[in-house]
């Protein structure tokens, strides 16, 4: 069958793109990406193409962005270009090139989908680096989840060349006289990839000549052998996980029967990126005294009395404030929402999530920041000073609700009122009370 009736085919049979649907061809100028982008446009479909320079190959890279722009030009495509400074992003973030360089392209590519109302970001890659992750990832202990390889379809991301081998791309292109650039990096032995692809699996192939069938089969193999596990693992992690205020509640009696169980647990916490490692630790401090944390890349897991806490890493700055002028409404802080009013009815009204605060003893702008060490304040119906952090372990609050807490702040640096727990005895409406700040927390 002609290759454009196959790549019809694996758009609608595999992908399900209709063909109205408008792609973001992503077009780095060499042979599998110009491939991709002449079917593409060979079978009429909207499209607009988007180039990345990572300015890494000095003319290399300026004669990779002219090709691409000539290709748009001669089709009557829009073309974006996106210029980074790669090198430094990788510095800043303490990662490697190509690392960066995945993070800034796949980044830029969805603002730019969403810019230009696209319905899939189309990436060139095909059967060789289909296998090629699959042992990439078998060297980095990523699991029975690495060893899906490169799935055709993950987000709004597709990949339309899968069912081709790099063997056959290169015949394509050069039939159809397809003008492309090669990159010299791929050439090169000192990235993991390019060692896989040019030591590792030509020995695969001396060991057996259908090498990459079969190596395609047993992807397919554990890619559904992924999904029957998660079939199992999703109906556990439903009834133990629970989303609350921002951050993902465990409850310790249900996750209970499960912690001996290494390795349900690590598929229980697998999309938090919990090393086995680090849910071991927390196996062995299962029944001991809580505030224990334990951290992936991206996430931080709190062992409290009664349950887990998970929360994403960096959920807010600790030294984030909003200031507070008299003539403010609404406003956003913490994620909550707040309205402030000023009144001259000066009856205690008890409302949840609101404080009624003497404003004549206010010294504005007021504000509202988190929790530091070091805070205390003189709490409403108790006797004396406290220090908040002692407030907080009388109260039965956990650590990561602790740092959430917005505290408000007067202009003299007193603490006003330790929102939805307590106000500061000090701003009390009296019977001198002439005019009531109200500040409302939902």
């Not at 982008?37 to 000095?58: E, P, T």
Request: glycine share 6%; net charge negative; with cysteine.
């Amino acid at each position: 069958m002609e290759l454009i009736y196959r790549f019809e085919n694996y758009l609608k049979e595999t992908l399900a793109i209709d063909s109205k649907s408008k792609i973001l061809l992503a077009v780095s100028g060499g042979k599998d990406s110009m491939l991709m982008s002449s079917l593409f446009l060979q079978l009429g479909y909207d499209c607009v193409i988007a180039h990345c320079n990572f300015m890494l190959r000095g003319e290399a890279s300026e004669l990779d962005e002219e090709l691409v722009l000539g290709f748009a030009k001669k089709h009557g495509v829009p073309c974006f270009v996106k210029r980074f400074d790669t090198t430094v992003y990788a510095e800043n973030c303490g990662i490697s090139i190509q690392m960066a360089a995945r993070d800034l392209r796949y980044a830029w590519f969805e603002e730019l989908r969403i810019r230009e109302d696209a319905d899939w970001i189309a990436i060139g890659q095909h059967r060789d680096d289909h296998i090629e992750t699959m042992l990439l990832n078998l060297t980095r202990g990523t699991g029975l989840q690495g060893l899906q390889g490169i799935l055709p379809k993950r987000g709004h991301v597709i990949r339309p060349l899968l069912f081709l081998a790099a063997n056959e791309i290169a015949e394509v292109a050069s039939n159809k006289n397809i003008i492309y650039r090669d990159d010299q990096s791929n050439f090169s032995t000192k990235y993991a990839r390019n060692k896989i692809r040019l030591e590792i699996i030509p020995k695969f192939r001396e060991l057996a000549p259908n090498f990459d069938e079969i190596a395609t089969e047993n992807i397919s193999h554990f890619q559904e052998t992924y999904q029957l596990l998660q079939s199992f693992i999703e109906p556990i992690r439903s009834t133990i996980f629970f989303e609350e205020n921002g951050l993902i509640r465990i409850d310790r009696l249900l996750l209970n029967k499960h912690i001996d169980h290494t390795a349900l647990l690590f598929e229980l916490f697998k999309p938090y990126g919990f090393s086995k490692q680090v849910l071991e630790d927390l196996q062995k401090s299962w029944g001991g005294e809580s505030g224990r944390l334990f951290q992936s890349l991206n996430f931080e897991l709190l062992l409290d009395r009664n349950n887990l806490w998970l929360r994403p890493l960096d959920v807010h700055h600790e030294d984030s404030f909003w200031t507070l002028v008299e003539n403010s409404d609404t406003f956003e802080f913490g994620n909550k929402h707040f309205e402030q009013r000023i009144d001259t009815d000066v009856g205690l009204k008890i409302m949840n999530g609101s404080a009624q605060i003497d404003y004549d003893k206010l010294i504005f702008p007021l504000v509202l920041r988190f929790w530091k060490e070091g805070d205390y304040f003189f709490p409403l119906g108790m006797s004396g000073r406290k220090k908040l952090s002692d407030f907080f372990i009388q109260n039965k609050v956990n650590l990561y609700e602790k740092k959430n807490v917005p505290i408000l702040i007067n202009g003299n640096g007193d603490i006003i009122w330790v929102v939805n727990y307590r106000l500061d005895n000090r701003y009390r409406i009296t019977e001198s009370t002439k005019k009531v700040f109200t500040l409302v927390c939902k």
